[in-house]
């Protein structure tokens, strides 16, 4: 029987090497010159630490840049406010990876509106659909990257098996 499986990820180590240009970046940059600027990636957790609100937008425009040149969606990012502690300014993005359970009970629900003949279930981090014709799951695939703006993560159909 034909599946498939909708997934969120990215590969981080692209994500290492976007934040290291940014880093390089900004380290040139003149408008950054004799500021204490920088990018820290722990984890999932990109922080951007500057002297200014004003720096910090330049510094985001210029993470997305690279991000979105390594093939990293940046719809999956989620900007925190920015802080302040002394004389620096930090703030934090989040990089989410993985389909968080109401995310995935809304694309299960978005699937079995459609009324095609699949079944759709969720599989911890991702949800799996399967059917009786490798047309119907091309279907499925093509009405998720339709309804992509409603979903607010970008998705990826791996492990397609006929």
Excluded: W
Excluded at 38 to 52: A, G, W, Y
Excluded at 89 to 109: F, P, W
Excluded at 121 to 130: S, Y
């Amino acid at each position: 029987m034909p599946s498939f499986d909708i997934i969120s990820e990215f590969d981080m180590h692209e994500a290492k090497n976007a934040v290291d240009q940014a880093s390089k970046e900004v380290d040139t940059r003149f408008d950054f010159k004799g500021t204490d600027s920088s990018f820290e990636l722990k984890d999932d957790k990109l922080i951007m630490i500057s002297e200014s609100v004003f720096q910090l937008q330049q510094m985001f425009s210029i993470i997305c840049t690279k991000l979105s040149r390594r093939g990293i969606n940046i719809a999956c990012m989620e900007v925190g406010d920015a802080k302040g502690s002394g004389k620096l300014m930090r703030q934090e993005i989040t990089l989410k990876q993985g389909l968080d359970s109401a995310l995935a009970k809304k694309i299960v629900k978005l699937i079995k509106d459609k009324k095609l003949k699949v079944q759709a279930a969720i599989q911890g981090d991702k949800v799996r659909v399967t059917g009786k014709k490798r047309d119907d799951l091309q279907e499925v695939i093509q009405m998720l990257r339709e309804e992509q703006e409603q979903l607010e993560m970008p998705l990826q159909y791996d492990n397609f098996r006929d």
